[in-house]
C-alpha cells in the first residue's frame, strides 16, 4: 500500500454527560438484554467521575447506533446498568460497541530494531511451530528498504512466543504490534505479522474533528474518513514530511490496520482507515459504523461486565 494525497487513522473525542435524578425503571415489555458493568478510572480520575464519562459515552454511542430502547443509568459510584431492546443477534454487536476502547493512533515505524532482530535470529535458530522470519523489501522515494519480521497463522502463538522472550522485545519508546494479513485468494488463511514501531503516537485521539463513513470507488470496500483539527493537520504534514520513504502504522486497538509507505508530504489532514477483510461481506460495513460511532463518541475508562439478563417479553 501506498500512502499519498491521503492518509489512514482515527481517534477519539471525549464528550460529557452530567447526571441528574433517578432513572426510570427497567423496561420489560419486549425482548432485550440487560447489562452491569464496573468502571475503571483513568489516572487522576475520581470514581464517580469514571462513572459519569462511561455514561455519558455509552449513551452517546446506543444514540448514535440507533438502539432500540436505551437505557443507562448509574448503580452506585462504581458501576453502569445498561438495558437495550433488539434480537439476540443484534446484542453480540451493541455490546462489542459499548466495550470498544477505541485506542487508534499514527505510529512510525522502527525498521531494523536490533532488539526485533535478535529476536527473529532467535526464531530462526529455534523454529517455533508455525512461525517463521520473512524479509520485507520496498522502493520510497529515497531508495530501497528492508525490514524483517515474523508471521505465523496462529496470532495467540505467535503473541505466546515473543511474550516468552521477555521485556527486551518492544521495551523502552518502541512496541511490537501484528498486523492481520489479507490472503491474496481463499482459501489460504489470514496470517499474522510483526512490526516494531514507536510508543508515541504522532496523532492522537484529540486530533480528529469529523469522522463518516465512504467507500473506496475502485473496490466499493467502506472505509472511515478523518479530517484532522488544525494542530492535527500541520503536525500530520510535518510528520509525513519528515518521514518519505518510511512506513506509518495505522494502529487500532492494539492491532495494525495497515503500514502504508509515505511517498509525499501529506499537508491536507484527510485520512482514511481501510476496514479488515473478512468472509462476511457485511462485516466490513459494520466495523466502519462502528469505529465512526466510537471516534464520534470519545472513548471510555475500562468497563467489565459483572452481569447480563436477557429480558423477554412481558407476559
Do not use: C
Not at 451493541?94 to 470498544?100: G, H, K, T
Not at 518519505?244 to 482514511?272: Q, T, W
Amino acid at each position: 500500500m501506498v500512502l499519498a494525497a491521503a492518509a489512514v487513522i482515527a481517534a477519539v473525542v471525549i464528550t460529557g454527560v452530567m447526571l441528574s435524578g433517578d432513572p426510570p425503571p427497567r423496561d420489560r415489555t419486549g425482548p432485550g438484554v440487560v447489562l452491569v458493568y464496573e468502571v475503571a478510572p483513568f489516572e487522576g480520575q475520581t470514581q464517580t467521575q469514571a462513572r459519569d464519562l462511561a455514561i455519558a459515552g455509552i449513551r452517546a454511542r446506543l444514540d448514535e447506533k440507533g438502539t432500540d430502547r436505551p437505557s443507562v443509568r448509574a448503580v452506585g459510584p462504581a458501576q453502569v446498568e445498561i438495558q437495550f431492546g433488539g434480537d439476540p443477534d443484534s446484542v453480540d454487536h451493541v455490546i462489542e460497541l459499548i466495550e470498544r476502547r477505541a485506542a487508534l493512533g499514527i505510529h512510525h515505524v522502527v525498521e531494523l530494531d536490533p532488539e526485533m532482530k535478535a529476536t527473529i535470529d532467535a526464531a530462526k535458530a529455534e523454529a517455533p511451530s508455525g512461525i517463521t522470519a520473512e524479509v520485507d523489501v520496498w522502493d520510497g522515494p529515497d531508495g530501497p528498504h528492508r525490514d524483517e519480521y515474523l508471521w505465523s497463522e496462529d496470532r495467540l502463538r505467535l503473541e505466546a512466543w515473543l511474550q516468552g522472550k521477555g521485556p527486551a522485545v518492544g521495551a523502552g519508546d518502541r512496541r511490537v504490534v501484528l498486523e492481520s494479513m489479507a490472503p491474496a485468494a481463499a482459501p489460504i488463511k489470514s496470517r499474522w505479522r510483526t512490526y516494531v514501531i514507536e510508543r508515541a503516537p504522532i496523532i492522537g485521539g484529540a486530533d480528529v474533528a469529523r469522522a463518516s463513513v465512504t467507500y473506496d470507488q475502485n473496490t466499493m470496500r467502506p472505509e472511515v474518513e478523518l479530517v484532522l483539527d488544525d494542530d492535527g493537520r500541520v503536525r500530520f504534514g510535518q510528520a509525513t514530511a519528515a518521514a518519505i520513504g518510511r512506513k506509518l502504522a495505522i494502529v487500532l486497538d492494539g492491532r495494525v490496520m495497515s503500514a502504508p509507505v509515505v511517498m509525499s508530504e501529506i499537508p491536507g489532514g484527510s485520512i482514511r482507515v481501510t476496514m479488515g477483510y473478512s468472509d462476511d461481506p457485511g462485516d466490513a460495513e459494520r466495523q466502519a459504523h462502528a469505529l465512526v460511532s466510537v471516534v464520534r463518541a470519545g472513548t471510555m475508562p475500562a468497563l467489565r461486565l459483572v452481569d447480563r439478563i436477557d429480558v423477554g417479553p412481558a407476559r
